[in-house]
């Protein structure tokens, strides 16, 4: 079973940063398309950024430009640095791992305020 951890959450004021982590276990890695959601209160859970095995990246107009999704193969590890948040960036930010299926984290709360 491919287990799925994020790391890194908290709370961070406006214009402040943070980097999300998430660790994968097994050994094929570095086949996966790597993604990383959020799910405000009462809002669907959406996508953030997504990487592939190639390092292509795919980054949403609204945070483009302030957040960057990176990863490590040899460390089973994904990465979401976070600059410039914002008010509006405060969810639970989850991992996704993909290759034949869909495999979850549990989320990481990220709260952004004064």
């Known amino acids: 079973q491919v287990q799925v951890v994020e790391s890194g959450g908290g709370l961070v004021q406006p214009g402040g940063s943070l980097r999300l982590s998430c660790a994968v276990s097994?050994?094929?890695?570095?086949?996966?398309?790597m993604g990383w959601y959020r799910q405000a209160p009462g809002k669907q859970r959406e996508l953030v950024a997504k990487i592939t095995p190639f390092g292509s990246t795919n980054i949403v107009d609204s945070v483009k430009g302030r957040f960057t999704i990176s990863r490590d193969n040899a460390k089973n590890t994904v990465y979401l640095q976070m600059n410039s948040l914002k008010l509006e960036d405060t969810a639970v930010y989850f991992c996704k791992a993909r290759l034949e299926h869909d495999y979850w984290g549990q989320g990481t709360q990220v709260t952004v305020s004064s």
């Open positions: 097994g050994s094929t890695f570095r086949a996966y398309v």
